[in-house]
């Protein structure tokens, strides 16, 4: 079946560090989702992008999608204590639901 | 709009015991979506809804489980003969159309002692 894996599982930074993860998915995705769950929160979406190569900037947070439309990846440049949480990407592959990577949670230390 | 809401935010129930939850999503979103997260782990998809059809059921989904979503507006998730594997968080979520971005309820979490 369709996976979505995301590494590292865990990060840990001094703020003002910069911090990046992956997704990567089995399969060729249509378009990808980003989103950011804060401790003891829920989902909060940040950003979908839909082209091969495509690269989006909201802020600190630059967002990129592979060429081949299998993998993507969020940096953050300059971390902030705001910045913790959890990092999910999703993924929908010709149907009408997101499926949810594995997720990496960010702890940044003041 | 005050977003998409859950009811309630916290539930505690016996083994064996039916439980329901309610989701009211964003009026003019027709799209709903069900998902459960248990601790360190992403949202898993449960089932999604189109106004008042529900188009698609997740393979891992027992047949106690069932959802309905009467007239296209709320929705309920129904748990029966609960069990300690069904402890979770229980999302919903909403959105415009297909590939919007989707809008998460707090969740329900539940607990099966």
Redesign the interface.
Known sequence: GQQ?MQIPQYQHVQEGEDFTTYCNSSTTLS?I?W?KQRPG?????L??L?KSGEVKKQKRLTFQFGEAKKNSSLHITATQTTDVGTY?C?G?YN?????????TRLQVFP | DTGVSQNPRHKITKRGQNVTFRCDPISEHNRLYWYRQTLGQGPEFLTYFQNEAQLEKSRLLSDRFSAERPKGSFSTLEIQRTEQGDSAMYLCASSLTASYGYTFGSGTRLTVV
């Not at chain 1, 149907?95 to 997720?103: A, E, M, N, Y």
């Open positions: 979505v378009n989702q989103y929160g829920h989902p909060v979406f950003i979908q839909v999910f999703a929908f149907t009408d639901k997101l499926i949810f990577g594995t997720g």
